[in-house]
């Protein structure tokens, strides 16, 4: 590599593989904010007379009039740029696209063929009087997500349009053997592996027709026909998301049977003899299931003023999510359920209740069976949870079948009929959430961030023949989160541009331990790692009292899966050593794998990626040097006068600034980082001031401010002010992501210290 060792190294002595280095490097504008252009904050939003004032100053500033001929054309660049900054950000529904969609999002929406043109695609008059150009910013807002959530709703049936999953059991189970002594183990191997079982599944979506208006007109909140919206785009962000769809799913599962031929075969002294052979391996006792489920969540109608309205099947629907499940073959069952919010109290927290049943192949002998769900949040992330389900297949009571033997046959044959002896059970749950967002807007930093990533969950549950102890521990390794890109952009606060994710990958590790009342235990430990773009990869070691010691393998990309269990050893001969193996030999070479291997390789690809970096931008500075030299010029003569003006009333009166990079004191550091990067940044600055006030957002990009520039590319910055108040010298410094205000008393500077 050409490069030193000096442009690998930070001032602290670390290499730019560390994670805050590292996102520096991957948030570094590649496009002028404009925000910053003008110098103004984005959070909070600046009002209009502050974006009529930025822009008043800039054009007396740089207007090409009022410039020597020498700086004519610099000044038509820069006032092209602010001009259309300013554009931009006064106009309301501009700057919500800029805010969600940036400068390319405002270009496509107002473009020629945009929809916000003053042209349609056709040429014909456009939206000048109706449509979103007539909407308030408000309601535009509304409208510009819920269009931008239905684009990219399409686009993601396009990505993943149905969901396929294969599962592969591998039996290995006579690798471990008992020995010929009492505690005697034998290992055979190579390990002995073959198929045993296989399970195929699909399912995929198909789109039902819209009963929003129907449920709109039984809600009593129709529209008159002239009033509706017959554009798609235009439609409420409600009725874009509530459109019913039905999802059919089949599975095909069986065993891997060896089939044995006969063989006869002829010895020369005329004798024949008959013998086995084993043939070719085929898919028998497959089973095949078909069913189509369907779900659909009825709008809610919100807080309402005046009383409430009584109980209705209106009021019922509410807000609520329905829907059911058939299966079709190789029996007909249905299943039906109803989800909602309801609050039992007056200002109290909300219940979730969930009420399902299961109606049999056989209505007329057995009873539906009927599951209650009621959760209840207890805290911040805290959830208790208290499901019911009666027995399955249970049979009606006598004088229910006394009243409609007569119409239906309700008669039972044992012979024929198989009765369960499941009557129900009880099942009590509580659940712990904690994770570093939570628990930072909790205002909780007495919590370690080691710790807000875990999940806590117990459960109890009793049957009329028995019960059992359930606990649950997960949390992340390795990183503070598990890292997953998002497939949407868009939430209910907004539009999140992704943004590439750190190459540090956490690992989720979930730890599931159930105990029943006889003392009898099963575990299981599994992990998740993404290992691509939408790709994940998972192991996990499990111990059941049916399969035994089973070590599954898994992939997940998008909607497709293929898991692998892998049979190590029967129940009865799965002790401690040979679970603790089983769990031990997988972490291990999984951590010689990360440490050894993946994490070298990140940070060489890291390491390489900012240096590539850092050249181009390094090879920038001379043009934005002198790009930073012309405004300088031409906004110089206006920024004295201001200042000389402030300066008679007593003002803020900017001295000195001073931007750039700082070398740190007595650090280990490289003799390209010891000389300090600093470039005068005094008109600049005192350009900002208004009122004799002097703020700088932490949002604010430094370098992009009109007569600034960056002479230290990916390398952390610090602003630094010397100012005159009332006479009197003041001082201050912040670094990029602080707020700067100034004035403030404790900026001030003592004689000594002059």
Known sequence: MASSRSEETLPNGSTYADDKDYDRFLQYPDKVDYYSLLGLSRYPPPTDSQLQTAYHNLSLSLHPDKQPPHLVEAANAQFRRIQEAYTTLIDPKK?????LEGEEGVEREWSAGGRMSTRMENGDASLGQVGPRAMPPAEFRRWFLARMKARERAALEELVGAKGSVSVTVDASSWISPGEEEDELRITWPPPMRVSRYVLGYNFKAALPDFSSAWTWF??????????????????????????????????????????QPLKISYEDGTTEI?????????????????????????????????????????LLDGASVGGTLGILPTRTLSMHIQKQVVPFPNGKPFTVLMKTDISSKPNKFMPKITTFVQRPFGLRKFGTLTYTTGSRLTWPSFVRGLLSPFIDMSIDPRRDLLSSNNGSLQLQYTTISDPVTADLA???????????????????????????????????????????????????????????????GVRVEVEASVDLEGGMTWAIK??????????????????????????????????????????CPFD??????????????????LGIEFGYIRPQERRHRREAIIRKRKVLKSQIPMRQKESAQQ????????????????DKGGLVVVKAEYGYIPPKNAKITDDLTDPKVIDATIPVAALVEKSRLFISK??????????????????????????FHGLRHYTEAKDGEDLACPQREHMLLSEDL
């Open 95 to 99: 700057r919500v696209v800029y805010d």
């Open 219 to 260: 809600s009593g909140n129709h529209t008159e026909p002239e009033e509706e919206i017959s554009q798609e785009d235009d439609k409420p962000e409600e009725q874009l998301q509530s459109s019913p769809e039905v999802t059919f799913h089949t599975s095909i599962n069986g065993a891997v049977v060896q089939i044995r």
């Open 275 to 315: 013998v086995q052979i084993d043939g070719p391996r085929i898919l028998g006792g497959a089973s095949f299931n078909l069913g189509a489920s369907i779900n659909h969540s009825f709008p809610s109608a919100g807080l309402q003023a005046g009383p409430q309205p009584k109980l209705s099947m209106r009021s």
């Open 443 to 505: 205002g909780d930093p007495e919590i370690p961030k080691s710790t807000r990533n875990e999940i806590w969950q117990w459960s109890v549950a009793a049957t009329p023949v028995g019960g059992g102890l359930n606990l649950t521990y997960s949390r992340n390794f390795f990183a503070d989160k598990l890292e997953d890109v998002p497939r949407s952009e868009w939430n209910l606060d907004g539009y999140h541009p992704t943004i590439p994710l750190p190459a540090h990958r």
């Open 527 to 568: 992990a998740l790692r993404r290992v691509g773009d939408f790709t994940t990869m998972g192991l996990g070691v499990g111990l059941r009292d049916r399969r035994g010691l089973v070590m599954t393998v898994q992939w997940h990309r998008l909607g497709q899966s293929i898991k692998v269990p892998i049979m190590i």
């Open 573 to 590: 001969l799965a002790d401690a050593d040979i679970s603790t193996l089983a769990v031990l030999v997988p972490c291990l070479t999984y």
């Open 632 to 647: 300088i010029e031409l906004m110089s003569d206006y920024t004295r006068r201001r200042q000389a003006r402030e300066k």
């Open 699 to 724: 949002d604010t990009i430094r370098f992009q401010i009109i007569g600034f520039y960056d002479p230290a590319p990916l390398l952390p910055k610090t602003l630094k002010v010397w100012y005159d």
